[in-house]
Structures are given as structure tokens and as C-alpha cells.
């Protein structure tokens, strides 16, 4: 009897079962948002947290294991990112014209997220890991992810802070619009694109077709900026945050 | 599909031949990333075949990400003590980021109806 429910219970330790468990909250967390409409407070990555942080503890599966048992899902995250490369390709077609002040916006705006956040949590005496889990933290969770490895960060916290942050700037974007006077779609658009990454760009899209695209190109810019001046120039923030 | 995945694959391993023969500090998905940019906008020929695979993957990307964020929770204890720089950083900063970098953009692209709109 009893070692049938020890066997019963071993099936906890199986990629089938840590692989089953995240699709299903997976599955779970987008009938929730569509029920939402889409509410950025209801953005799947939070959603589908809930039940996988429930479950584990209950069924005696501990992160590292869990991670481990999830390894084909995290694999996929590698083409992805190269996936990126077609919205970014298909964004750069149509905002030709605009592309010299674009690219300068992208380059200043992506340092001013950056050094913001490092800036602050700095300043709040968080240690280096904790701070350099945040530098990536406006860009699109894949490169981010892969990023922060270059930085000393933690994947958790970079992938945390990176959909905070997103949520944060689309639920914050419309007043701060307002306080502003922005009119204009393509900076609405390219505002949340810039720093509230994929969740910025699905609110983008409410406010129409160009802002989206502006989105969305601000989104594979800033990720493509990011990843390739970070790594070289971490090293050096980091001494200097040192001193 | 297959297409697709291939496209993506071959890219991202491209990518990794290029990091581990120049030995620059960047992720291989990136570089394979950029690769395939440049591939498309050369035209290569089927690069376009890439698009319903990667459509698929960056539809479904928060299934591919959360695994990842659970751990915030699960290893609460490595960040308790910096809960209040965490919380300041990323909700703060993301405000001021998104103030900022709005006036940035005003001045950077001017008014709508100037020259550039169409």
C-alpha cells in the first residue's frame, strides 16, 4: 500500500510532471487575462506564477529541481530571441523614413532606463548581484534573461523585474501621456515600447495601429542596444559602483 | 513550421560559432538574432520562411519566461533584504523612466504634422 503511494508520489520528481504543471498554469493564465481583457495586472507571467508557486512546496519539488525538470521549455528560449529579429525586420520597413532620430532616441532612452534603475538600487545599498539583476530590466525578457549573465544577476530577479516593469509602465503610460501632452501615437508608442518592453506593446496597440508598431520597434531596438553595450560596458560600471 | 524552427536553430548556432571564435561577451540567441536581421534585410533567399515559427514563439513567450520568475518566491530569502531597493528600483524607476524618456522623445521627434509624419 504504501509503496505504491511512494511511487505515486515519486512521479512529482519527473519532467513530465514539472513540464504538465506549467503548461496547464500557462493555459490557466490566458483564459484569466482574456476574461480580464487584458489587463496588464493580469499579464499571464503573473497569472501563471500562482498556481506553479502553490503546487511545488505542496508536492516537495524545490526550484533547482523544478528548473531542472523544465529544461526543454527554458531550451526554447534560445530561438526565441533569434525569433526577434522578424517583427524587428518587419517594423524597420515601415518607419524607414524616421530611422536616424529613431536609433538616437533608442540609444539615449535605453541608457536612461538602465541607469536609472542601477542608479536606485544602488543608492538603496542593494549588493552588485541584486543590482545588475536590474540594468537589463526595460528589455524583452528573452534577452534579458540572457544578458544578465553578463552582468552577474540573478535570472529570477532580472525576469521578475523585467514583467514588473512592464506592468508598471503600461498601467502608468496613459497618465503620465495625459500629464505630459502626448498626442502624438509614434511617442506614445514608442515611450511604452522603449521602456515597458512586450506589455508595453500590447498596450501600444490600443492606441492604435502606428503607436503599436512604434512599439514594437522600440522594443527590438532597445533589446538589440542593451544586449550588445552591456556586457562591455558592465565591467566598468561595476567598479565604479564599487568605489 | 519546420522551416521555421530550422531558420532559428541554424541561426542561434551561427551565433554561438561566432562567439566562440571572436570570444565577444554577447549571447549567442542575440548575435543569431541579429544574423537573421541582417539575412532578411539582405533578402537571403527563404529567410522569409521564418516567420510562422517565430510568430508562434514570441506569441507564447510568457510560457517560456515564468518559469524563470517563480523563483522570485520560491528563493524569497535571497532578496528579502533588499525588498525595499527592489520595490523602489523597478516601480520608481520604471515611472521616471517612462517620464523621462517621453520628454526625451517630444523634444527628439517634435510635433505631429511636422515633415517626417506620413
Redesign the interface.
Known amino acids: 500500500m504504501s509503496t505504491e503511494l511512494d511511487n505515486l508520489a515519486a512521479l512529482a520528481h519527473t519532467p513530465l510532471f514539472g513540464i504538465l504543471l506549467t503548461l496547464a498554469s500557462y493555459r490557466f493564465a490566458l483564459w484569466v487575462y482574456g476574461k480580464s481583457n487584458s489587463l496588464p495586472v493580469f499579464h499571464p507571467f503573473l497569472v501563471a506564477s500562482i498556481p506553479v508557486i502553490i503546487v511545488l512546496p505542496l508536492v516537495g519539488v524545490n526550484y533547482e529541481e523544478y528548473r531542472d525538470q523544465t529544461r526543454l521549455i527554458a531550451f526554447l528560449l534560445g530561438p526565441a530571441t533569434v525569433a526577434l529579429a522578424w517583427p524587428l525586420y518587419r517594423q524597420l520597413h515601415a518607419v524607414r523614413s524616421v530611422l536616424t532620430p529613431i536609433v538616437v532616441a533608442t540609444l539615449i532612452g535605453a541608457a536612461i532606463s538602465a541607469a536609472i534603475a542601477v542608479g536606485l538600487a544602488w543608492w538603496l545599498g542593494a549588493p552588485a548581484e541584486v543590482v545588475g539583476s536590474l540594468a537589463p530590466k526595460s528589455i524583452t525578457t528573452p534577452i534579458a534573461v540572457e544578458v544578465v549573465k553578463s552582468t552577474g544577476g540573478y535570472v529570477s530577479l532580472a525576469a521578475g523585474a523585467v514583467a514588473i516593469t512592464g506592468i508598471v509602465g503600461a498601467l502608468t503610460a496613459g497618465p503620465i501621456f495625459r500629464l505630459l501632452k502626448v498626442n502624438d501615437q509614434r511617442i506614445k508608442g514608442f515611450a511604452l515600447g522603449l521602456v515597458a518592453h512586450a506589455i508595453g506593446t500590447a498596450r501600444a496597440f490600443e492606441y492604435g495601429e502606428k503607436a503599436g508598431a512604434f512599439a514594437g520597434l522600440a522594443l527590438g531596438l532597445c533589446g538589440l542596444v542593451t544586449a550588445m553595450a552591456l556586457p562591455w560596458i558592465w565591467p566598468w560600471v561595476a567598479q565604479w559602483l564599487g568605489q | 513550421m519546420i522551416d521555421g ?1 530550422l531558420i ?2 541554424f ?2 548556432f551561427l ?1 554561438e560559432i561566432l562567439i566562440r571564435l571572436t570570444g565577444i ?6 548575435v ?3 544574423l ?2 541582417v539575412a ?2 539582405l533578402n537571403t533567399p527563404f529567410t522569409q520562411r ?2 510562422p ?3 508562434a ?2 506569441k ?16 524569497w530569502h ?2 528579502e533584504d ?1 525588498a ?3 520595490a ?19 523634444k ?2 517634435g ?2 504634422g511636422d515633415p ?3
Not at chain 2, 513567450?61 to 528563493?75: A, D, H, M, T
Open positions: 524552427l532559428l536553430l541561426f542561434q551565433g561577451p554577447l549571447p549567442a540567441s542575440v543569431g538574432m541579429v537573421l536581421l532578411l534585410l521564418v516567420a515559427a517565430a510568430g514563439l514570441i507564447h513567450i510568457s510560457l517560456l519566461i515564468f518559469p524563470l520568475g517563480v523563483g522570485i518566491v520560491l528563493q535571497r532578496y533588499y525595499l531597493a527592489l523602489v528600483a523597478v516601480v520608481i524607476g520604471t515611472i521616471l523612466s517612462m517620464l523621462l524618456v517621453t520628454l526625451m522623445l517630444k527628439l521627434m510635433k505631429p517626417h509624419e506620413h
